[in-house]
C-alpha cells in the first residue's frame, strides 16, 4: 500500500486517503503536509473533499444497498448487529441534541468517529440528505481545522 501511494501525486494519494473508510482526513492530513509537504490550506481542502464525497454514496444508497443485503442471512446478522449497536450507544444523544450531536460526533477526531460512520449514524436514525449531509459536512471542516492545527502545532514543536 505504502508503495502505491508513493508513486503517485502528492494531491491525489491525499484524496483517495481521505476517502477512506479507516483513515478519512484524520490520517489525510498529516499524510499531505508532512510526507508530501503539501501547503495547509491545500492539503485541508483537498481532505475535506475527498473525506464527503463517500457521504454523498453513502447517504443516498446506504438504505437501499442494506435493504437488499437483508434478503440474506450473513446481510441480515450484520445490519441487526450495527442497527442495534448503533441505535443502543447513540439514541440518548440523538433525542437530546438532534443533529447537533452528530456534527460533533464527526467532528471529534478519534478512532471509530468521522464521516463514514457519522453517515451509518444518520442513515439508522432516518435523518434525510437534506439534514444529514450539510450535519457532517460542518463535522468534516471542525475536524480538518482541528487536524490541520494539531499537525502544524507537532511540526512547529518539532522544529523548534
Not at 473525506?51 to 446481510?75: A, D
Amino acid at each position: 500500500m505504502i508503495e502505491l501511494f508513493s508513486s503517485m501525486p502528492g494531491w491525489l494519494a491525499t484524496f483517495l486517503l481521505a476517502m477512506s473508510p479507516i483513515f478519512e482526513l484524520r490520517g489525510a492530513i498529516p499524510l499531505a503536509i508532512g510526507v508530501y509537504d503539501l501547503p495547509p490550506p491545500e492539503a485541508y481542502a483537498i481532505s475535506v473533499v475527498g473525506n464527503l464525497i463517500p457521504v454523498v454514496f453513502l447517504l443516498l444508497y446506504l438504505e437501499p444497498v442494506s435493504r437488499w443485503l437483508m434478503r440474506y442471512r450473513p446481510g441480515k446478522i450484520f445490519f441487526d448487529w450495527l442497527f442495534t449497536r448503533t441505535y443502543r450507544k447513540h439514541a440518548e444523544r440523538h433525542r437530546k441534541y438532534g443533529l447537533l450531536a452528530l456534527i460533533f460526533f464527526v467532528a471529534l477526531p478519534l478512532p471509530v468517529t468521522g464521516a463514514w460512520t457519522g453517515s451509518a449514524i444518520a442513515f439508522i436514525f432516518g435523518l434525510k440528505f437534506r439534514h444529514a449531509f450539510p450535519a457532517i459536512a460542518v463535522g468534516v471542516c471542525i475536524a480538518g481545522v482541528v487536524v490541520t492545527a494539531s499537525v502544524l502545532g507537532v511540526i512547529s514543536l518539532a522544529f523548534s
